[in-house]
T-cell receptor
Framework: EAQVTQNPRYLITVTGKKLTVTCSQN?????MSWYRQDPGLGLRQIYY???????DKGDVPEGYKVSRKEKRNFPLILESPSPNQTSLYFC???????????FGPGTRLLVL | EDQVTQSPEALRLQEGESSSLNCSYT??????LFWYRQDPGKGPEFLFT???AGEEKEKERLKATLTKKESFLHITAPKPEDSATYLC???????????FGKGNQVVVIP
């Protein structure tokens, strides 16, 4: 089954404790992206990747890092999480940027 | 200034009462406009992609149309299972980012 998977689905952590949210797709897509969704603000793009070793900033990249060492994986790293990064995070992938993006199930993060 | 504005923010419909959702955008050159459906706590689910003014796409009770400044998502004779938040997103030419609107929350009452 073609899908985008994210882990963990739920995470509670404390300020400053580094964490990684994994994202994996099995559709051989080149384009992958991370979003955060907050009430009243909608979905905002954090980072995207056009292909392996090619990443670029979205609209809200501060406080986040990403890497793309393999085509199927695109982890999101929070080196020193803060409470304002409490949010619902989605990973997505597509063949190319202008094509349909397929979203993962989401990761709900709470930073205390 | 937001590139994508959706209206109305929230809409309550009686079952069978047709209506339209609006997505207006301000990008200088449109590469693509996307409609998604999102159920609470779940990831957005793809509905339609539109690429040029005049284009229309249809799926069951939903029909999406596109002009040079806006897109409409028409819901014909909605059913309770059409209750969801509908998201519009645009991609600008020369830009690989995707900008989303804040969504239209639709509730269909039996």
């Amino acid at each position: 089954e073609a899908q985008v998977t994210q882990n963990p689905r739920y995470l509670i952590t404390v300020t400053g404790k580094k964490l990684t949210v994994t994202c994996s797709q099995n559709m051989n897509h080149e384009y992958m992206s991370w979003y955060r969704q907050d009430p009243g603000l909608g979905l905002r793009q954090i980072y995207y990747s056009m292909n392996v070793e090619v990443t670029d900033k979205g609209d809200v990249p501060e406080g986040y890092k990403v890497s793309r060492k393999e085509k199927r994986n695109f982890p999101l790293i929070l080196e020193s999480p803060s409470p304002n990064q409490t949010s619902l995070y989605f990973c997505a992938s597509s063949v190319r940027p202008r094509e349909t993006q397929y979203f993962g199930p989401g990761t709900r993060l709470l930073v205390l | 200034e937001d590139q994508v504005t959706q209206s109305p923010e929230a809409l309550r419909l009686q079952e069978g009462e047709s209506s339209s959702l609006n997505c207006s955008y301000t990008v200088s050159g449109l590469r693509g406009l996307f409609w998604y459906r999102q159920d609470p706590g779940k990831g957005p689910e793809f509905l339609f992609t539109l690429y040029s003014a005049g284009e229309e796409k249809e799926k069951e009770r939903l029909k999406a149309t596109l002009t040079k400044k806006e897109s409409f998502l028409h819901i014909t004779a909605p059913k309770p299972e059409d209750s969801a938040t509908y998201l519009c997103a645009v991609q600008e030419r020369g830009n690989n980012r995707l900008a989303f609107g804040k969504g239209n929350q639709v509730v269909v009452i039996p």
